[in-house]
């Protein structure tokens, strides 16, 4: 495991933005990395004590991280030349850096941008449209896959007698599950035990953290045009309700989904949360809005106001989005 001092770019916050993760589908429910590439928006101005509680609440959270996930301090093991890792997923590459899997991996996709670890290591290409000629180059013991859209690529290298170990999290249980698989294919069962018994329990602590008065209605967009948002059975609704919100879309055709403007208005959301690269001044002009709870009090937070890759990653990190989220929910009361 890592020292203090090597984990403190380890809890940051991420440059990479979005990436592609099975939480961003146009088609079957995925965003297309080349239509929104994340930046901080212009928007609503938050006040100096939101950003500072902002910033107070960061920093505990990874302060908690490096107690739970890190607590042990000793030089790590030199890794084994043999082990030679490709990673097809930006949440995979998350959990396989905390189970310290880093070393050996040779190839990555370019979603894959937290920790900075992984700079520099060879890009195969990105999430949905992966080059099989350039994984196959860099000969790897060991593929992790995710998702229903790598299935073709992981059974072609699978026929090529490359090892693959498919991951596709849809729900916090089968995140913490997930881990285990990893940290099993690494050779790191009971590092990632450890970690998946910590998340377990800090989540659970969040859970018994929510108060049925901070209880605010929630709207998440993830895309603009088509309106698309997320249901209670996704993973993102599931952490917002874990965080003691309530997800305005109970039931979608998808987990993540088209939806219409109406189905909004109707809902009247009492906050939003916008990953869709919008502006608070666009929202507000949009038909019907303005009445909106949310758009009228001027709850809209941005990716400024809430790391997308927190919430869209079924990782780690998903600790500091659940907080957030808290803390989030009482600013509103």
């Keep these: 495991m890592r020292c203090p001092e090597d984990v403190a770019e380890m809890t940051g916050f991420s440059s990479g933005g979005f990436g592609t993760s099975p939480r ?3 088609k079957s429910g995925r965003v297309d990395k080349n239509a929104i590439s994340l930046s901080w928006l212009s928007g609503m101005k938050r006040s100096n004590l939101v950003r500072r509680s902002y910033l107070k ?6 302060l908690l991280l490096i107690l739970t996930l890190f607590v042990s301090c000793h030089k790590a093991d030199a890794p084994n030349p043999d082990n030679r890792y490709v990673i097809l997923s930006p949440e995979l590459a998350e959990i396989i850096a905390v ?3 880093t070393d050996n991996v040779v190839g990555i996709t370019e979603e894959c941008t937290w920790p900075e670890a992984y700079a520099g290591k060879t890009v195969v290409g ?3 449209s992966l080059d099989k000629e350039k994984i196959i180059a860099l000969k790897p013991s060991l593929v992790f896959a995710s998702s229903l859209e790598q299935q073709a690529i992981a059974s072609e290298l699978a026929k090529l007698g490359i090892k693959v170990v498919s991951v596709y999290p849809q729900t916090i249980q089968e995140m913490l599950s997930g881990i285990i698989t990893v940290g ?3 050779g790191k069962r009971e590092r990632a035990v450890f970690v998946a018994d910590s998340l377990r329990a800090e989540l659970e602590h969040i859970r018994n953290n929510a108060t049925p008065e901070h209880r605010r209605k929630v709207y998440l967009e993830i895309y603009r045009e088509p309106l698309m948002s997320v249901s209670d059975k996704s993973f993102v609704g599931e952490l917002i309700e874990l965080a003691g919100g309530d997800n305005i879309f109970d039931e979608l055709e998808r987990d993540y989904c088209r939806i219409s403007s109406e189905d909004v208005i109707r ?9 869709s690269q919008d502006s608070a001044e666009n929202i507000t002009k949009r038909m019907g809005w303005k009445d909106i709870p949310a758009v009228r009090n001027g709850r809209i937070y941005f990716e400024g106001d809430l790391n997308p890759d927190w919430l869209l990653r079924a990782g780690p990190r998903v600790i500091l989005g659940a907080r957030r989220l808290q803390e989030i929910f009482r600013e509103a009361s």
């Design 126 to 128: 990105k999430f949905g």
């Design 267 to 275: 809902a009247r959301p009492d906050l939003m949360i916008c990953y």
């Design 184 to 186: 099993e294919a690494l």
């Design 99 to 101: 189970l310290e899997g």
């Design 24 to 26: 961003h589908v146009i």
């Design 57 to 62: 609440t960061a920093t505990a959270v990874c």
